[in-house]
Each structure stands twice: as C-alpha cells, then as structure tokens.
C-alpha cells in the first residue's frame, strides 16, 4: 500500500483549517477592536475628558500682559464683525496715523509664545472677550465727559437671565450645554448635530434642493459672528476654524468647563445680531433688540420673566416670553425676519411655543397664552430728542479731533471703538465758565458782568442775541494742552474753530509780525556792510521798506536786531483816509474806527495800541511792495519785458477765465436743455439779432423749426413779435455758429462768450463734471481772451500784470501767516487783508499768541493727553505724546518787540480795562497782555461808478486774544450774525470786560501754582 498517497490530502486539509481558525480570529481581534474603539469614542464624546486634558493643558501657555513701549509679539485680528466694530483690527493703522501725529506707544501687550503660535496657524485669539465696549471721554481729573456702550443694554452674569429664557434657547440652539453630568464637556462641538450637518451637505451634492440646517453650538456661532469675514461661514475650513477657537477658548480656565458654558449663554444673548434700524444703526443682543424692535425695557422684561406666574401675570408674561423666543429665532435671517418676513417670523415662533411646551420647558398655560399675544414689531425710525449743543460744544469737539486722528469715517464708528480717551480739558472749570458765558447772554448776567456801558451794549440792547466763544491754553513743559474751550451758541457750529470772522484788529498782529520779520530779513542783508557800501545800495523807489533800513544802518552806531526793531515800529504813517487805494483788482479806500485819529501822523507802536487802520493799510502796502520785488523783481523785469508780460496775461487769462466757468458750470449744471436755456434767454435783451445768436450759439445743430419756435416764444409782447418767415430764416442763416467767432457772438447778444459755450458743451455731455467742462474749454477760454493780447489795449494789459504780480506778493505772505497757524489757504489780496478783511478764527488767533508766549517756539498743542485702546485684551495699546523739541519760528528778538506791543495794549490801548491785571477772589493778580479786534463785516452792493446802492451789516464780532500769567494764554469772542448784527455797536472793550468778569470761574485753574497744574492721570476700564 502507498500511504503517502493517503497523507497529502490530509495535511492540506489541517492546514486550510488552521488559516481558517486564524481569519476568523484576526476577524474577531478587529471587531473587538473596533467595538472597544468605538466605546471609546462614545466615552470621549460624551466625557470629552481628553480633549478637557489636552486642551486644559495647551491654555495653560496662553496669556498676555501689558510692557511699556512697542510690542514684537503681539497679533491684531484681520477682521470679523466684533473686532472691526471694536478697532481691533484697525489698530496697525490707527498706530500708524497717532504716531504720524506726534503720539508713541505708551505701553502695548505682550502675547505668549503659545498665543501666537496660534495666531499664526489661524485661530481667533482665545482670551476673555468682552461683550459690551465703546469710546470713554475723561477729562484731565477723570471726570467723565462722554461715554458711549454698545450694545447698551447686556446680562452681566448668568444668574441674571430668567431660567425660562435660559432654558428655551438650549431647548432650541443646544440642548446639553449645561449638563452637570458632563463636567469636562467641549461646548463647540454637538456630535449629533454636527454628523447630520455632514450627511445634509453630502445630499446636497447630489441634490440641491435639500435643506442642511447649520451643524453649529452656540459656542461656535459666537465665533462666527463675532470673529468669521462678514460674520458668515463661508468654507468648511472656516467651520473647522470656528470649531478649534471656540475649544479652546472653552478650556482656558481649565479642563471643568461648566462655568465657560454658562457664559457661553451671556455671550450668546448680549451679542447675537438682530439687523440694523433706522436711528439706531446695528443691533447687537437680546437687550437692544428687545429696545429697538419691539420698543420694551429690557430689565422690565426680565422681571416678568423672572416673576412667578399668576392668573394677574400670564398675559403680560406671555407676551414678554414671545417677544424673545421670536428674536431667539430672528437671529437666523434677522433682515428677513424682522422685515419683510413678519408673518414667517410669527408662525415659526408658534411653531416653537408648541415645541417648548411639548418638551416641558413651557406650561400649556404660558404656551396657549403666548399663542394668543400679538407680535407688534417696531420699524419706525428712532428720532432722539433734542440735546443741548452748548453742553456737548467741547465734546463734539474732541469726538471731531478724533475722527481726523485716527481716520474714523464718522461718529457711529467712533463710539463703538473700544477705546478710553482722557483728554486735557478741566471739565469743572469749563461748567462753571460755560454758566457764565451763559449768563451772559440774559440782562442780569451782562450787567453782573459790566457789559452794559462806553463801547460795549448799550441799555436797549439784547444781551441774548450775542454768542461767546472762550478758548484757553496752558503752557506746560514742551507742550501746551487745552484747558477750556466753550461757546454760549446753542447750535452745532463752532465759534471757536468753525467762524471765519474778520476781526479787525488782531489781524493787525500778524501783519506786525510779517513787518518785523521782513525788518529781520533785511537786518540779515545789509547790518555786515560797511556805511560806503550801503550808500552804494539803490532800492526801488517803490521799496520803502529796504530804503528805510539801509538808512538806518547807514546812520547808526548800534547795528543789533533789536535796536533795529526797536526803531522799526516807531516808523511813522499817515492816518488820513482820504487817499484812494489800488489794490484788491480795483480801487479802495478806507476808514478809521475813531474819526479823531483821520489827521494823525502815528508810530506803528501808538497805531497797533489804539488800532488805527489806515496806519496798518499803507504798512500793509510797503509789505506787498516788498515782497513784490522778491519775488517778481523790479518793475522793468516784468511790464518792459515781451516775454514776461505774455507769461502774466496767459496765467490772468487762465485764472479769470476759470472763475467764469465755475460760476456757469454751478448756474446750469443738472439743468435740463431747456431750463438751461430758458435761465439764459431770461437776462437777454429781447432784440432779434441778440436771441438769434444766442439760439444759434447754445444749440446750432437744431432745425429751423426748432429756432422759429423759439425765437416766436422769447419776442412775445415784444415789437418783434410779427416777424414772418423769411425774417426767421434770414436771422437763421446770418447769426450761425460758423459766421462768427466766439467773442463777436459773446458781442451781439451781450452775453460772456464763455457762457454760451458753456450751455453749448453741457446741452451735448449734461454729465460732464467741472474738470471735464475746464479740460474742453481750453481753446474756448484763449480765444475768449484773445483781445488781451493786442497791442491797442497796453494800459489794460498792464493792470492785469500788476495784479498777477500782486497775487504772487499775497502768496508769500500767505505762507508766513499760515507758519504761524493762520487756518486758511488764501489770503484776501488787499490791503484790507491788514484790518481783517482776510477773515480769521478765535483757536488761530490764540495759537498766534500761544506762540509768543512761548518766546516764539512752535510746540505741540493738545487736546488729548492719551488714548488706551482695547484694555484686558490682548491688543491692549496705550497712546501718550511723544515728546518733541520745541521748533523755533520767531527769533527771540522779534518777539521781544511783540511782547512790548502786546503789554502796551493792555496798559494803555484798547484793553486798558485789563491793565491792573487780572485778580481772582483770593486776592491774587496775574499779569494780563494781548491783543483786541473788532469787526463789522457788511455786504455792499454797487451800481455802475462804484455808486453804493446797499450796504448790509453781516456780521459784528469782538475779540481779544490774551495771555494771563506765564502759563495760560487764550482767545474770547463776542458775536452776533445777522439780522441782528445791525442792532449793535459794541467794540472790543465787551471782549475785555468779559473777560475780567470770569476770573472767579477760573480762579480754580489760573491761580494753581504751576507744580499743581499737571493733570493726573487716571485709569479706567472700558469693559462693564
């Protein structure tokens, strides 16, 4: 027998038993696996105790703390709602704009290592968030001056909201957030809902029409809408990201989590959005929208809520409880819901009260209840009652500075800002001069002031149609800081910084000032040459100014600046308003305010004392001289010169011709054709030959069907009014656009050329802008100033250049007026500049004497001491001002000679009533000097021969800017505009009396020792 035979088999057959036994046991190993794999799962889904131990541990290295100076480790947020609305996503750029401002980084946060690093792989930084910030306003003390919080009205602590409410939003958005069972439990993640969320958005591929609710806890949509672009979630990426920042923000106190869950529901409540109203703008939290949209007291709401329930209370309850669930609800699509979709937002919050009470969180009683209340939704525009301007005049303000500071686009924005401003104005003594100002503005409070009396009101006069405005400066170290800024007007304009008045006098302080640097200048030129060499100098005969100093230094022994200026102002003018003045484009005269000072012969110093005007006009024209020569060269360089007369009479074309073109554009621009046309037509006189050129001109592509109609409806009631046809069509073919040129139409109809084609242009581009219209009128404009040019009209051309020239004079003097603050472009070019007509305002004018109080040093003026901007964040940044060395601008020598001016005026000028000084209550006195201007704007009306046909007083203002002691200076201003202007005739003197009226009211600032003066610096939260 073979028996191997037999055995194979055998053997093959044991051994597909045994590989059989092993698949079945490796099988079996897997599924034990997988099964403690997925008990494993299940435990860690619903203990989260590994997520609680790593992520503990991870938040154990987040932290951040505030340094002095910059910080190199620290992550702004790139946007998102929340921290947009806060600035915190702005504060690059808001460092960037203070420090170009002359602010420096006072202190700045320092992130962890381990807070950056998730920065920097795209987690929202986990700290603390706030839910209700906004602009703080202090003042030097710490007085509150402005507070703004939004949302306004928030849960502080969880114990705060009513159960009810607690449990109705976990019913709907989450409903195991708050199980104490699960101490360790990650709040940003619902397995549940999340895996359904996965399955919807699978179908979704397949089938687009299949609904996928959102997958989010209410951990999670906190970070979307604070912290996610536009507050959506746009990719899967970004949901991962909301899910990983808000796990870690859960488990920063550590791994027992129910404490971060209940204020998951704070946070959730305080800042769900809930759209946007008129008057009101973006509201945030249950508490706003319950105040917006259905007009209710958020605490009273609460109380009910919180209140037992009782047959008395059911129906108030229910409609509490109703108004809430349906902005729970309205969070979804708010702008749908809490607008056009009114009726959707009504049946689904029946369809959740049902719920509610099907799952017993509500009673059927509460349910039934609600069912019945009715949904009464607000959407009328908030109107916010009148406020008073004169108490938020300093406010505004400094929420105006601010918006220009930081680049802010408007208020809204700006008092949203987490930021703490203290500023350096004393709120107690800016109340106490406010009432004053106030005051005086009523019988009793002038006459307790003495304003009733020689150059100030009269008895039948109104105190209460006079505006004051009050502005004062401390000098402090290397800056000088707002103390006080206030006006009685009880409207949003402000005096101080807003008004262009012409007042008078003080403009005779910066033309004082140009005179003496100009003095400077030539002392530089000519004081090192010897007495031959300046007797070989040859000024201009126009140039007095030179011709004086280098007589004067030809002929004295004591060559110093200061002598120089010294006998500078002691120059002599004649007062005599008898002389006609060419200037201005025309000719002018002008007068004296007293009549007594017409035949006088005065020193610049007695005239700047007693402010005599037609002293400081024929300075001022020395000074255009001057400075006409410097810049243009004698006359001989530019009127002999072919070239150089071409150069002027282009450039005067090109300016007039631009002011006429601006002045149409703004007569007819949105005008239709022929309205356009018909505005034209109203001023032609009704002739045929001049209607004719102006139809053909404005519009000469049109038929002549067109023009007779035209022609028929401009000549009714007129002679002209029968003309027959062939009269039309002979006008028709001779007044044509191409039989004439622009200036001969401009002639015949007795219209600026540049207006008809004007019309022209506009009737074929009606949306041209200005720079459009200038750009194509440039042929138009040189051939409408062709006629310049020609020999026959030399005397014309000659006054044209003599302008052009004497507008380059007032640029340079411009410019040195604007180095010392003066706050507008231009000056007004005339003589006239010198008495006030250049207009000014009460804040330059005290930086002008700021300046010579500070021995003619520019150094920084404040109003703000420092900004702190996100406290208890981690972009926490604080803002001072760097400190900055002092820029020379006046040489020491040229304010010495002001400062003697100034004094003169007080001790025996226009401000005498000041000249013992100012005394407080306490008997102390401070020094006063300064500078008064009165002024008495009018609107004058001229007919042909400069005949004056009406003359209408505009405004009236007294000024006088002033400085007290060795710290404070400032300005004060009396004002009254029309139609009340005409009924006064006060002077300066009712600025100075004022002025001494209030030293009690500022006797708690001026008579503080200059070591007790520095403002404290306070610190204060901005989160509630």
């Known amino acids: 027998m073979n028996r191997p035979v037999v055995r194979i088999p ?40 590994l997520q609680a131990r790593y992520l503990s541990e991870l938040t154990r290295d987040i932290a951040f703390t505030a340094a002095d100076g910059p910080s190199n480790s620290i992550r702004f947020p790139s946007g998102g709602p929340y921290d947009e609305r806060l600035g915190y996503a702005w504060l690059p750029s808001f460092e960037q704009r203070l420090t170009e401002r002359g602010f420096a980084v006072a202190t700045q946060a320092r992130d962890s290592e381990k807070m950056l690093s998730l920065a920097d792989e795209g987690l929202f930084l986990p700290y603390e968030e706030k839910d209700q910030a906004g602009l703080r306003l202090f003042d030097a003390s710490g007085t509150p001056l402005f507070g703004a919080s939004y949302p306004a009205r928030i849960y502080t602590e969880f114990d705060e909201i009513p159960p009810l409410v607690v449990d109705s939003l976990l019913f709907i958005e989450d409903r195991n957030l708050l199980n104490a069972d699960q101490p360790n439990r990650n709040p940003a993640l619902d397995w549940g809902r999340f895996s359904r969320a996965l399955v919807d958005q699978g179908v979704r591929v397949f089938d687009r029409h299949q609904q996928t609710p ?18 959506k979630t746009g990719t899967p990426m970004e949901k991962l990201r909301q899910i990983a920042s808000a796990s870690v923000r859960a488990y920063l106190d550590g791994p027992q989590t129910l404490p971060a869950r209940r204020q998951i529901v704070v946070h959730y409540l305080n800042s769900v959005p809930l759209s946007a109203k008129a008057g009101v703008g973006e509201i945030n939290g249950i508490g706003d929208g319950l105040a917006a949209w259905y007009g209710r007291d958020f605490d009273e709401v609460n109380r009910i809520l919180r209140a037992p329930v009782t047959e008395d209370t059911l129906g108030e309850q229910a409609l509490a409880f109703r108004e809430v669930l349906s902005l729970m609800i309205a969070q979804r699509a708010p702008s749908y819901f809490l607008r056009s979709g009114n009726a959707e937002l009504g049946r689904l919050t029946d369809s959740y009260l049902r719920l509610l009470a099907g799952g017993g969180i509500i009673s059927a009683s509460l349910r039934d209840a609600a069912l019945a209340a009715s949904l009464q939704l607000d959407r009328t525009r908030v109107i916010h009652p009148p406020m008073s301007y004169v108490s938020r005049k300093a406010v505004m303000s400094l929420r105006a500075q601010l918006l220009s500071a930081l680049g802010v686009r408007n208020f809204y924005d700006l008092d949203r800002l987490d930021v703490t401003v203290r500023a350096t104005l004393d709120d107690a003594v800016q109340q106490v001069v406010s009432a004053r100002l106030a005051s005086a503005g009523t019988r009793d409070g002038a006459s ?41 007007l009880n409207q949003p304009f402000d005096v101080n910084q807003g008004a262009r008045l012409n007042l008078g006098s003080t403009a005779k302080l910066r033309t004082v000032i140009t005179y003496l640097q100009i003095m400077t200048q030539l002392h530089e030129r000519y004081a090192s040459l010897s007495a031959a060499q300046l007797r070989a100098v040859k000024p201009e005969r126009q140039d007095a100014l030179t011709r004086w100093a280098v007589d004067y230094l030809a002929h004295t022994s004591d060559r110093s600046l200061q002598s120089m200026l010294a006998a500078a102002i002691e120059r002599k003018y004649s007062a005599n308003p008898g002389e006609t003045f060419f200037t201005g484009g025309g000719a002018q005269t002008f007068n004296n305010f007293e009549s007594s000072d017409n035949s006088q012969i005065l020193t610049v110093h007695r005239a700047f004392q007693h402010s005599v005007n037609l002293v400081f006009v024929r300075l001022m024209r020395d000074i255009v001289h001057y400075e006409t020569l410097q810049v243009a060269g004698p006359t001989s360089q530019w009127l002999d010169d072919p070239a150089s007369r071409h150069v002027y009479l282009t450039r005067f074309a090109d300016q007039e011709s631009q002011v006429y073109m601006k002045r149409f554009y703004t007569k007819y621009q949105g005008k239709t054709p022929d309205d356009a046309l018909a505005l034209l037509l109203r001023n032609v006189r009704k002739s045929p030959p001049k209607i004719a050129t102006v139809l053909r001109s404005v519009a000469p592509d049109e038929p002549q069907a067109w023009f007779d109609v035209q022609m028929r409806a401009a000549l009714k009631k007129t002679p002209a009014a029968s003309l027959s046809d062939d009269d039309l069509a002979k006008l028709y073919a001779k007044y044509g656009i191409d039989r004439f040129n622009l200036n001969d139409r401009g002639y015949i109809s007795s219209v600026h050329p540049l207006e008809l084609w004007t019309l022209n242009y506009l009737r074929s581009h009606p949306a041209a802008k200005l720079d459009e219209l ?37 640029a340079v003097i411009g410019r040195s007026w604007r180095e010392l603050g003066y706050p507008f472009a231009t000056l007004t070019p005339s003589y006239a500049t010198a008495i006030g007509a250049s207009g000014d305002r009460p804040a330059a004018l005290a930086q002008l004497i700021g300046l010579i109080a500070n021995g003619g040093n520019k150094v920084p003026t404040h109003s703000i001491a420092e900004l702190e901007f996100a406290k208890g964040t981690p972009y926490e940044t604080r803002f001072t001002h760097a400190s900055i060395a002092p820029q020379t601008t006046l040489p020491p020598e040229v304010v010495d000679i002001v400062h003697g001016l100034l004094r003169d005026v007080v001790t025996g000028g226009t401000a005498k009533r000041l000249a013992q000084g100012m005394t407080f209550p306490n008997g102390r006195t401070l020094e006063v000097y300064g500078k008064t201007g009165t002024g008495d704007q009018r609107f004058n009306v001229f007919a042909r021969g400069a005949r004056l046909i009406e003359s209408r007083k505009v405004n009236r203002s007294a000024t006088f800017v002033f400085v ?24 300066s003197a009712l600025a100075v009396q004022l002025l001494k009226s209030l030293a009690p009211a500022l006797q708690p600032l001026l008579a503080l020792p200059s070591d007790k003066g520095e403002a404290a610096k306070v610190t204060v939260r901005t989160d509630q």
């Open 964 to 987: 007290i002691g060795d710290r404070f200076y400032g300005s004060l201003t009396a004002w009254v505009h029309e139609p009340y202007a005409a009924r006064y005739d006060f002077t």
């Open 774 to 810: 200038l750009d194509a009128s440039r042929p138009a404009r040189t051939d409408a100033y062709s006629w310049l040019f020609k020999t026959r009209y030399h005397a014309t051309q000659d006054r044209r250049i003599r302008r052009m020239v004497e507008l380059q004079a007032y």
């Open 10 to 49: 055998l053997r093959l057959t044991g051994a597909r038993s045994v590989w059989k036994w092993i698949k079945w046991l490796l099988i079996a190993a897997f599924l034990v696996v997988l099964v403690i794999g997925a008990r494993f799962a299940q435990i860690e889904i619903e203990t989260s105790r």
């Open 214 to 231: 959102g997958g989010s806890t209410l951990a999670t949509q906190i970070e979307k809408f604070r912290h996610s672009p536009d507050g």
């Open 448 to 488: 307790a002031a003495g304003l009733y009396g020689f150059e100030m009101l009269r008895t039948h006069d109104d105190p209460s149609k006079i505006a004051y405005s009050f502005t004062l400066f401390e000098r402090r170290g290397t800056e000088n800081v707002l103390r006080v800024q206030t006006d009685s």
